[in-house]
């Protein structure tokens, strides 16, 4: 297992909100102890910011290709960032 930890920027388009897209989501990170958070966008996607081991980050980006069985992902766009703030946990993000 690798050590280094790395960020991602993560946006997901397609049928995705609507979908428990961001529930599947914040499931998926804890299983792999991934940190961050997911949050829908006004434009109809599905944000992520993911940091964590970067072989469970790769794990997790794989599922977010396919997200959850209601889910049709048209494209993926992955950035590698620089860690701002260090998480401890997965969170939902809802924006008023």
């Keep these: 297992m690798s050590e280094k930890v790395i960020a991602k920027h993560i946006i997901v388009e397609g049928r ?3 979908v428990f897209f961001r ?3 914040k ?3 804890n299983e792999l102890n991934i940190y961050g958070w997911v949050k829908n966008t006004n434009d ?3 944000e992520i910011l993911a940091h964590g ?3 469970d980050l790769k794990e997790f980006i794989s599922w ?3 997200g959850p069985p209601k889910a049709i ?3 993926l766009l992955v950035e590698e960032i620089r860690i701002e703030q260090v998480l401890k946990e997965f969170s939902i993000v809802y924006d008023d």
């Design 64 to 66: 977010c290709k396919q």
């Design 16 to 18: 995705v909100q609507g």
């Design 53 to 55: 081991d970067e072989n």
């Design 27 to 29: 499931q998926k990170a």
């Design 73 to 75: 992902v048209k494209s």
């Design 44 to 46: 109809n996607k599905v």
């Design 23 to 25: 529930k599947h989501t």
